[in-house]
């Protein structure tokens, strides 16, 4: 039997995920008395999966959720050979690995939570989500806001952190909301939205500060923004910043949250609208466009990452992945 790491080497905030590489597997083998096998979700085979006792995935949350993604295929086609993963958060948005109380307040002690936590063999069936068949373990989006999030590039995240998100979202200000068709569990609505969130964990993790009970509850959080004006805008990026910048809580939530367990998505088109902040800054104004009714439907991203289009189906998979965490994560 073996230990299989993935990692992706586009992502993190250590200098380079492959200069780890070598100390990881000589701990996991000590830990373990078992070989490693560095490996990434597209190299992977059906062979290599049958043959791990465990799974190690480091990186932030766009690698974390392709690897527990792949794992959760896997357990669902063979469910009496289920594979634990333990996360080593190595990204610039841990966002996943902070609900479950993997990521330490200092990145180079990541690796030794992590194994701490494969040590202790505490492993905590999480659910995961899936967007037309497709599992995620963070988050499915769509909507200008929501494409934000993939705009920065791996030079950039590595320089500025958190802060290269901040142009983008910006930008996105700029962007037409897109009127919606929700189904969620038997009703169904019409609304305008600048993003909706399908989340995992309650809010996307943001302020659970490691209770991973969302994680379990067998349900998804979905999250609708539709900022009116530009202090609407500013309460989102106050409540999202005080928590990336400074761990913090707001007591506000500038949109509307509902737990639901499987939703259907259809843009029906982009609003006429002029953009936000162009009435509300001094900036030249364009001429408002039409509306026009036509078969093009918005991008979508799951984990941070571009996934497909709308018309979407998604819907919550009941501990779906078995993970590693701490004695001190609440479950």
């Known amino acids: 039997m073996t230990t299989l790491v993935f990692c992706n080497e586009k992502a993190g905030s250590f200098e380079s995920c492959s200069q780890e590489m070598g100390d990881i597997s000589e701990c996991l083998s000590e830990l373990t008395g078992e070989p490693s096998i ?16 465990r799974a190690i995935a480091m990186g932030g949350d766009g690698t974390v959720g392709q690897v527990l993604a792949r794992i959760a295929k896997h357990n669902l086609a063979f469910p009496d050979r289920r594979v634990p993963v333990g996360i080593i958060a190595a990204g610039t948005g841990n966002l996943l690995a902070d609900t479950l109380g993997l990521k330490a307040e200092n990145p180079q002690d990541s690796l030794a939570l992590a194994l701490k936590a494969i040590e202790t063999k505490r492993t905590f069936a999480m659910d995961m989500g899936q967007a037309n068949g497709t599992p995620f373990a963070l988050d499915f989006a769509v909507g200008p806001i929501a494409m934000a999030v993939t705009e920065p590039g791996k030079m950039e995240k590595g320089s500025h952190g958190m802060y290269s ?22 009703y169904k609505i019409v609304c305008d939205a600048s993003a909706i969130f399908i989340t995992n964990p309650h809010e996307m993790g943001i302020g659970q500060r490691g209770d991973a009970s969302s994680l379990r509850d067998g349900n998804l959080n979905m999250l609708i923004l539709d900022p009116q004006n530009l202090d609407e805008y500013v309460g989102i990026a106050m409540r999202f910043g005080a928590w990336f910048l400074g ?5 506000t939530t500038p949109y509307k949250s509902f737990d639901v367990k499987k939703v259907k998505i259809e843009a029906l088109h982009e609003l006429s609208t002029p953009q936000l902040l162009s009435s509300a800054l001094p900036l030249p104004q364009e001429p408002v466009a039409e509306v026009v009714y036509k078969d093009d439907q918005p991008a979508t991203i799951i984990d941070g990452d571009e996934f497909g ?3 979407a189906v998604v819907s919550v998979l009941p501990g779906a992945v078995d993970v590693f965490v701490p004695l001190s994560t609440t479950v």
């Open 38 to 53: 560095i490996t990434d979700v597209k190299r992977v085979t059906d062979e290599q999966m049958s043959k791990a006792s």
């Open 165 to 186: 998100y901040v142009r983008p979202l910006m930008k996105a200000m700029f962007g037409r909301p897109y009127r919606f068709s929700i189904e969620a569990d038997g």
């Open 247 to 251: 761990s913090a809580e707001t007591d």
């Open 309 to 311: 289009t709308t018309p």
